[in-house]
T-cell receptor, first 111, second 114 residues
């Protein structure tokens, strides 16, 4: 079945440093979504990318969708303690009726 | 605006006991989902309902049953709980066609099976 892999699993950064998480799919995706989950909380939708090579920005967060639509990345510039949490990517299955989530990258920001 | 509401938030069961997790959404969404989350394994889909009256198995359906009671409500039942079902359970819904829409999650139900 379809697999969505995310690396790294954990990342510790000093406040002010940059952070990047990568997502790779075993199949071509029609779109990819990103979610953030704060410690003890629930996943919250961040963004959806649809077009090949698409780049979207939300303040210090930059999201990219690969040209082949099989990979994606989330980059955070100058991390803050409010960025702490686990970031998940998710892509639709072939039937397009459900999402497959990556295993997530847990970000710790040290003050 | 409540969004997606799950009950209970916490539950402790003994092996073999049964229980039902309740989920309701007030956004008039067609599709609803049940996920479980275990450390290091992300979110795994248990069951989903693409529309009222339909349910389908996800990645890890064994040991669970679901009911789409109406458009608002989607319940998850454990008939005979096992320690392997200790997890955090999330209900989610979307108004998009299948998976193309943003998922809205409930706050989660933390289940421990002794």
């Amino acid at each position: 079945g379809q697999q969505v892999m995310q690396i790294p699993q954990y990342q510790h950064v000093q406040e002010g440093e940059d952070f990047t998480t990568y997502c790779n799919s075993s199949t071509t995706l029609s779109n990819i979504q990103w979610y953030k989950q704060r410690p003890g909380g629930h996943p919250v939708f961040l963004i959806q990318l649809v077009k090949s090579g698409e780049v979207k920005k939300q303040k210090r967060l930059t999201f990219q969708f690969g040209e082949a639509k099989k990979n994606s990345s989330l980059h955070i510039t100058a991390t803050q303690t409010t960025d702490v949490g686990t970031y998940f990517c998710a892509g639709p299955t072939r039937s397009a009726r459900q999402l497959t989530f990556g295993s997530g990258t847990q970000l710790t920001v040290l003050p | 605006n409540a969004g997606v509401t799950q009950t209970p938030k916490f539950q402790v069961l003994k092996t073999g006991q049964s229980m039902t997790l309740q989920c309701a959404q007030d956004m008039n969404h067609n599709s609803m989902y049940w996920y479980r989350q275990d450390p290091g394994m992300g979110l795994r889909l248990i069951y989903y309902s693409a529309s009222e009256g339909t349910t389908d198995k996800g990645e890890v359906p064994n040991g669970y049953n679901v009911s789409r009671l109406n458009k608002r409500e989607f319940s998850l039942r454990l008939e005979s709980a096992a320690p392997s079902q200790t997890s955090v359970y999330f209900c989610a819904s979307t108004g998009g066609q299948g998976n193309t829409g943003e998922l809205f999650f409930g706050e989660g139900s933390r289940l421990t099976v002794l």
